[in-house]
């Protein structure tokens, strides 16, 4: 039915397949009970907030039942909204891929008891997708209760009482977490910082890194060390900031019995809990100002 309904259609090849993948990802979405984040036109309403379940799917739209609202009022028919949603491959250690795509909205119904449903037009494509190591965000300091650095050095370890980057250095602005991700983050370090601590990074030095957080979330550790290798080296040559690009190497959790910090080396580029902090951070942001907010 799908490929006689495209050869209607008279489109390409590379449409079919682009329709045919996009059909099997919404259905392994709908499979897996993926919850959608629904987006409403911020120049028509306010409504926030509000999420979905993928109900059914064919070659024409799909139904969502949304969550977060009681009645869906007729105006909002022929109206464009955003959905972002995410599935795991099973197949490859459960990673995460994530997804965005606009739609139209082609009818409402709002039933006694039950949460409204409206149908919305197929997606053209589905945009953004990314794995969770690609997912970055430049989340707002006060995320964070404490944030440091340390030189790396292999043979005399480190002073934790005395940090080459400290949280007061990201408090005075002479630091800037540019972003993070799963996989690393984007490191800015203002000029009179480079000179207080005589710091002339090159590419492959290591920093160890610390972070804890404001908001407890559950499941996830309060408190992360981190290894991290210098990537790329960005110099202003007007200012003298420098631009760091660091990969996380090595995972650390501190032992209860001895205090001490426990290294292993981060398979597959990723820190399973550090995304699923990152996701919900991304989530956060989305809810308030859109994916393009």
Excluded at 49 to 63: E, F, H, R, S
Excluded at 133 to 151: D, G, N, T, V, Y
Excluded at 185 to 208: T, V, Y
Excluded at 248 to 272: H, S, Y
Aim: proline share 3%.
């Amino acid at each position: 039915m799908v490929l006689d309904m495209l050869r209607k259609k008279k489109i390409s090849r590379e449409e079919e397949q682009e329709h045919r993948r996009n059909a099997g990802i919404l259905d392994e979405a709908m499979a897996q009970r993926s919850k959608v984040h629904v987006k409403f036109d911020s120049q028509t309403t306010t409504i926030t907030g509000v999420t979905a379940n993928i109900m059914a799917l064919n070659d024409v739209g799909l139904v969502l039942e949304l969550s977060g609202l009681t009645t869906v009022k007729e105006r909002f028919i022929g109206q464009t909204i955003t959905c972002f949603f995410k599935i795991v491959e099973r197949e490859h250690r459960h990673r995460e891929i994530f997804y965005s795509f606009d739609t139209t909205i082609l009818r409402i119904r709002n039933l006694q008891e039950r949460l409204p449903q409206i149908a919305i037009s197929f997606p053209g494509s589905l945009q953004g997708a990314q794995r969770r190591k690609s997912l970055r965000m430049k989340p707002p300091l006060e995320q964070f209760s404490h944030i440091a650095l340390w030189r790396y050095d292999a043979a005399g370890g480190f002073d934790l009482a005395k940090p080459t980057v400290s949280h007061g250095h990201f408090k005075a602005s002479l630091a800037q977490l540019e972003n993070i991700s799963a996989g690393g983050l984007r490191l800015l370090l203002r000029r009179d910082l480079l000179k207080e601590k005589d710091l002339a990074p090159n590419k492959g030095d290591r920093f160890i890194l610390f972070f804890t957080f404001v908001e407890n979330a559950p499941k996830l550790r309060g408190e992360y060390w981190l290894v991290g290798k210098i990537n790329n080296v960005q110099p202003d040559p007007l200012s003298h900031d420098m631009t760091l690009g660091l990969e996380f190497v090595a995972n650390g959790v501190r032992q209860e019995e001895t205090g001490k910090v426990e290294w292993k080396k981060i398979t597959d580029n990723v820190i399973d809990d550090m995304a699923q902090r990152i996701y919900e951070w991304h989530l956060a942001l989305y809810r308030d100002k859109g994916l393009n907010g």
